[in-house]
């Protein structure tokens, strides 16, 4: 399996600031994915992040908002700019070891003020 | 720990009993299914997955069934132990690499 790691793993902010979350992969991989999971609910995907290319974003999530670097096969940044109390969330990377399996991070707690 | 369950729906089990947790999905293009679970102040971990070509599936303790015509997936967890106790979520795959989650089910095993 793969070793996913997070910084930082919770943050307290305050509205207006922007937030940057990094994830760092024990290997090589070519696509990154980056998920939120607001309080009490399920994992929604934000974007896809492939190395060398802009990421693509899911329907409701744009780049100004969510910027994401990709600037190896085994980093990537995601960004939370502008920061409300609703970016208050759990927001979590994973990778594709396989077609059928995608190994998550640990998360990165935030919460806006 | 931080919850993330705390408007999910609660499945109570008692220490030794059989659980089933069960999920609807929307998408008969999906190709592979995967059952999750989240521990507290956790990301999700693979659990077991079955391919849209298949009924059944085992594993150890767990059993995956999936009937395409009424587009349900389950979860059978045999001899349910305190450490089970977690949130768990289905997933479909959407063609390349899209996992879309279900809304996801809290497991309470009583001892």
């Known amino acids: 399996s793969a070793v996913i790691s997070q910084k930082p793993s919770r943050d307290i902010c305050q509205r207006g600031t922007s937030l940057t979350i990094q994830c760092q992969v024990d290997?090589?991989?070519?696509?990154m994915f980056w998920y939120r999971q607001q309080p009490g609910q399920s994992l929604t995907l934000i974007a896809t992040a492939n190395q060398g290319s802009e990421a693509t974003y899911e329907s409701g999530f744009v780049i100004d908002k969510f910027p994401i670097s990709r600037p190896n096969l085994t980093f990537s940044t995601l960004t939370v700019s502008n920061m409300s109390p609703e970016d208050s969330s759990i927001y979590l990377c994973?990778?594709?070891?396989?077609?059928?399996?995608?190994?998550f991070g640990p998360g990165t707690r935030l919460t806006v003020l | 720990g931080e919850s993330v369950g705390l408007h999910l729906p609660t499945l109570s089990v008692q220490e030794g009993d059989n659980s089933i947790i069960n999920c609807a999905y929307s998408?008969?293009?999906?190709?592979?299914f995967i059952w999750y679970k989240q521990e507290s102040g956790k990301g999700p971990q693979f659990i077991i997955d079955?391919?849209?070509?298949?009924d059944k599936r085992q594993g150890q303790r767990v059993t995956v069934l999936l009937n395409k015509t009424v587009k349900h997936l389950s979860l059978q967890i045999a001899a349910t132990q305190p450490g089970d106790s977690a949130v768990y979520f289905c997933a479909e795959r959407r063609g390349g690499n899209k996992l879309v989650f279900g809304a996801g089910t809290i497991l309470r095993v009583k001892s």
């Open positions: 290997s090589q991989v070519t696509m």
């Open positions: 079955i391919r849209s070509n298949m």
């Open positions: 998408n008969s293009a999906s190709d592979y």
């Open positions: 994973s990778v594709d070891r396989s077609y059928n399996e995608q190994f």
